[in-house]
């Protein structure tokens, strides 16, 4: 069974820089769409950005767009998020997700597999 694990969160100050990784093990791992989401307390799971394999491309929501880098070293079975400029509003956990399949690719429920999250908070 594939499984998703998320390190590199933390607590760092507003305008501040962090990077997220998340490791694939387990399994064959054939992905469609491998991307990040993040929840805040008493909020609905939210997407940030995400990566489709066979074109290649990137899409980010737009309270990132700009500040957030999302990459993936498949040598590595690893997806990174490179966030910039933190604000105090990106605070949450994050966690990294996949999708196997056709979905929707910024809707949480369409994606197959997630790790157990990554606290990131923002001070300021």
């Known amino acids: 069974q594939v499984q998703l694990v998320e390190s590199g969160g933390g607590l760092v100050q507003a305008g501040g820089s962090l990077r997220l990784s998340c490791i694939a093990s387990?399994?064959?791992?054939?992905?469609?769409?491998w991307g990040w989401f993040r929840q805040a307390p008493g909020e609905q799971r939210e997407f940030v950005a995400t990566?489709?394999?066979?074109?290649?491309?990137?899409y980010y929501s737009d309270s990132v767009k700009g500040r957030f880098t999302i990459t993936t070293d498949n040598a590595k079975n690893t997806l990174y998020l490179q966030m910039n400029n933190l604000k105090p509003e990106d605070t949450g956990v994050y966690f990294c997700?996949?999708?196997?399949?056709?979905?929707?690719?910024?809707?949480?429920?369409?994606?197959?597999?997630w790790g157990q999250g990554t606290q990131v908070t923002v001070s300021s």
């Open positions: 997700a996949a999708e196997i399949g056709a979905g929707i690719r910024s809707t949480a429920n369409e994606y197959d597999y």
């Open positions: 387990g399994g064959i791992f054939e992905w469609e769409y």
């Open positions: 990566l489709n394999k066979s074109f290649g491309r990137t």
